[in-house]
């Protein structure tokens, strides 16, 4: 039977997960999913994951995955670069998913996470011949992961490891040391959020966001060869810019000092969608106030995953099965 504990709110913008959890082909309890003091995963970081986005729309009565395909396959990319096997296709992925939202009654805007880690108990470090255990699961999201109207950056003095030391086209468990140490930095110096550069001194990207930037009329992303994880929420503001102004979003290195002359930048990932950057290291960007781009991408990339804005609908996916609102 299936206890009936609401949702307790939290910190940014999260409430309480839900009780229910998806691990290696059935639904359990989240008390019983857990794994041993003794995870590789644990001591290591041997694992990958994702952050998945449901919307949930009122009028619709309707709850919709926000590319939900191509984080399932990206998950498939980062275990292949582990030596890891994904033990189900990205489809029946999909489909658990749904099965999970539907079973815990989500109702509201929601995160999703799922997670492929070394459960096995081995000492050594090594990455073969380890059990491994699938879970998802899913936390109501009812507010803003970040301030959606403006945040206050720190250049951080903790670099993103390039990729020959930790391979960044996957979403690595350990490999968020470095950002999470960045974080920490930058809020304790009276700061909202990091960007990081590369070893070599260009930018990266935020803690666990892109970095998108403005320069007159042209619009500018570091390339993926930049030790950045090239990310959905990427490349849908990239289509949405081109979409808009015809105009393809330059990728090329990014020198720090753009960033203080940049006209407008924005941070964009699954969970901050985007939010425009107002300050970085002191240094008012723009005018100071938020930039109407970002603020606009915010807004419709929001209403695509609501099916509010009847654009890319190929991007979302109905969790409930019922007749489609036209």
Same mark, same amino acid.
């Given at each position: ?193 990091? &960007?990081? =550069?590369?070893?070599?001194?260009? $930018? *990266? ?9 403005? #320069? %007159? @009329? ?46 407008? &930048?924005? =941070?964009?990932?699954?969970?901050? $969608? *985007? ?9 008012? #960007? %723009? @005018? ?39």
């Amino acid at each position: 039977m299936k206890p009936e504990h609401p949702p307790v709110a939290s910190s940014g913008g999260f409430a309480a997960p839900c009780d229910w959890v998806y691990v290696d082909g059935e639904i359990v309890p989240a008390e019983e999913a857990g794994v041993s003091v003794h995870a590789h995963a644990l001591a290591y970081g041997t694992g990958t994951f994702e952050g998945i986005r449901a919307w949930w729309n009122v009028d619709h009565e309707q709850l919709y995955l926000l590319e939900v395909h191509a984080h399932y396959e990206r998950l498939a990319r980062s275990a292949k670069i582990l030596g890891l096997r994904v033990p189900m296709s990205p489809e029946r992925l999909v489909q658990a998913t749904t099965e999970l939202l539907r079973y815990n009654e989500v109702r509201t805007d929601a995160y999703v996470r799922p997670l492929l880690v070394q459960s096995g108990m081995a000492l050594p470090v090594r990455m073969h011949d380890i059990q491994t255990r699938l879970s998802i699961a899913v936390t109501p999201m009812p507010g803003d992961y970040i301030n959606p109207d403006g945040v206050r950056c720190l250049v951080s003095t903790w670099r993103r490891a390039p990729d020959v030391s930790t391979p960044n086209r996957a979403k690595v468990t350990g490999s968020y040391t470095g950002p999470a140490l960045a974080k920490t930095e930058a809020v304790g110096h009276g700061f909202d959020e990091a &960007i990081m =550069l590369t070893v070599d001194g260009y $930018v *990266a990207e935020a803690t666990t966001s892109n970095v998108v930037l403005r #320069i %007159g @009329d042209q619009w500018i992303t570091p390339p993926g060869t930049d030790d950045i994880l090239e990310g959905i929420t990427r490349d849908q503001v990239m289509r949405l810019l081109y979409d808009d102004t015809g105009r393809p979003v330059m990728q090329r290195r990014v020198h720090r000092s753009e960033l203080y002359t940049s006209d407008e &930048i924005l =941070l964009c990932g699954t969970a901050a $969608v *985007a939010v425009p950057v107002v300050e970085v290291d002191g240094r008012v #960007i %723009g @005018d100071g106030k938020p930039g109407e781009v970002t603020l606009t991408l915010n807004r419709v990339i929001r209403a695509i995953g609501r099916r509010d804005d009847p654009r890319h609908q190929e991007w979302t996916t109905p969790v409930y099965e019922r007749k489609e609102q036209s």
